[in-house]
């Protein structure tokens, strides 16, 4: 039986590839010291990439755990495989030797020992999300025009949806189906918001009023005026609600009070979106004048004003992770997402996706955000923020994706189109610890209104 070699103790061990890792070491730093996330590399074509750099370049493949997802960098890109350069060995005895001759000798196979090791350990497949929708929904008369808003889902697991000139409300819980209301054959629907605490819902119409109903009653409790025109967005904060009107104003006013309401001219055109900020205290505004305005909770002129989107801007969220990070995103002739810090006053960076940007939703759970696109790809887009890598692009409609809402659990969102059709996807993981009503995957009960929120 041969001898063992041992290395000195005083001298640092050389092995055969000294003279490789000695020009490759100032490369290997840079790689370490770069910041920021990275696009991951599909499954196969990694494995692909790391068998080349072994055959080529004569590269050990990655350790067991990397080449299984362990040694991940941000954003789950490769690190750079780590070498013992300039150091004293622990173990010199080389696993591809076997009582002094090479086990490659023995293989079959053209690859060596450790690249089949790469190929043949376990993967750690990480989050996946389906390719298709797990629900689809027949919507007839669902309107393709990209101004509206015209489904919203409630914090107890209710989806409404307007059909022209009728409401229907969804349960998640039991799939029952039940018309709310449907309007006068002069009449339109035009957008819908509900309540974030109670059973209370917000309809905007086409003649410019705001109708306010109790859905566990099925009543009207009160309709209002104050715009000229049809009202395309709402939005909630608390009692205080605010609708936007292609008479180019904002009508924010208390529901607890009859008579309480104030007009936000800022927009020179159709105002097409609205949200609350979630700390309830600024209100972003988009209209088709391209601008992106943004309000203080009691200030009747705008605080910030965005002028960069070169289209109407329609897609408005707020960043429930980071405060005062706001995202947007404009139509065919823009075509971009844009983030912006409403602290600094500056826009953070801008994502050119292609197409129309109808939709945008933050994830609640993981710092993602979903979009949804209009001409030419009528996609869902799920990205990595702040990379902005796709995490994944869901297709199935075949007309403009112009409606989108999240479940109350966030993590299945459900997506409307011209195509008529409503589509469920589950696209985010579970919040841990998560507890409460609000779960798309159990029954709900109702919150009623009391105290403060009491409409009158």
């Not at 059973?199 to 099925?218: F, P, R, Y």
Request: aromatic fraction near 8%; include cysteine; glycine fraction near 10%.
């Amino acid at each position: 039986m041969a001898e063992e070699s041992e290395g000195d103790r005083f001298m640092a061990f050389r092995d055969e590839n000294f003279s490789a890792g000695l020009a490759r070491h100032d490369e290997l730093v840079n790689l370490r010291g770069q910041a920021g996330e990275k696009n991951s590399m599909e499954g196969g074509s990694q494995d692909y990439s790391t068998l080349l750099q072994g055959e080529f370049l004569n590269r050990r493949p990655a350790e067991h755990s990397a080449a299984a997802g362990g040694a991940r960098g941000p954003a789950g890109s490769e690190s750079p495989e780590s070498h013992s350069f300039l150091s004293y060995s622990v173990n010199l005895r080389d696993p591809g030797m076997m009582n002094g001759i090479r086990r490659d000798a023995f293989s079959t196979s053209p690859l060596c020992m450790r690249k089949i090791a790469c190929l043949t350990s376990p993967r750690n497949p990480g989050r996946k999300i389906s390719q298709t929708p797990f629900k689809v929904l027949d919507a007839p008369n669902l309107v393709d025009d990209f101004y509206l808003n015209l489904v919203d889902w409630s914090l107890t697991n209710q989806l409404a949806v307007a059909l022209n000139k009728a409401v229907y409300l969804w349960s998640a819980c039991t799939s029952r189906v039940d018309k709310l209301c449907e309007l006068p054959d002069t009449e339109q629907v035009t957008s819908v918001a509900w309540m974030q605490r109670g059973s209370h819902l917000a309809i905007g119409t086409k003649g410019g009023n705001v109708q306010i109903w109790d859905v566990q009653q099925s009543s009207l409790v009160r309709t209002v005026g104050g715009h000229r025109m049809r009202v395309g967005a709402l939005a909630w904060n608390g009692p205080l609600l605010a609708s936007g009107s292609r008479d180019h104003s904002i009508v924010l006013r208390d529901v607890r009070k009859r008579d309480a309401c104030s007009q936000l001219q800022g927009h020179r055109q159709e105002v097409c979106g609205l949200k609350w900020s979630f700390d309830e205290q600024q209100l972003a505004s988009g209209g088709n004048d391209n601008q992106l305005l943004v309000w203080n909770k009691h200030s009747t002129s705008p605080v910030l004003r965005f002028s960069d989107h070169g289209a109407a801007v329609k897609a408005i969220a707020w960043s429930p992770h980071q405060s005062g990070l706001l995202a947007s995103g404009a139509g065919t002739a823009d075509r971009c997402i844009r983030f912006w810090n409403t602290q600094t006053n500056s826009m953070l960076q801008k994502v050119d996706t292609g197409s129309q940007v109808c939709n945008l939703c933050w994830s609640k759970t993981v710092n993602e955000i979903v979009s949804t696109h209009g001409y030419s790809l009528n996609q869902v887009v799920i990205w990595k923020f702040p990379s902005m890598r796709k995490v994944a692009t869901l297709v199935g409609h075949t007309y403009r994706v112009l409606y989108l809402a999240m479940s109350p659990d966030g993590q299945t969102v459900v997506t409307g189109a011209g195509d008529e059709t409503l589509r469920f996807w589950k696209v985010f993981p579970s919040a841990k610890n998560r507890t409460g009503p609000g779960s798309a995957s159990g029954g709900t009960g109702a919150v009623c209104l009391a105290g403060s929120h009491q409409i009158r």
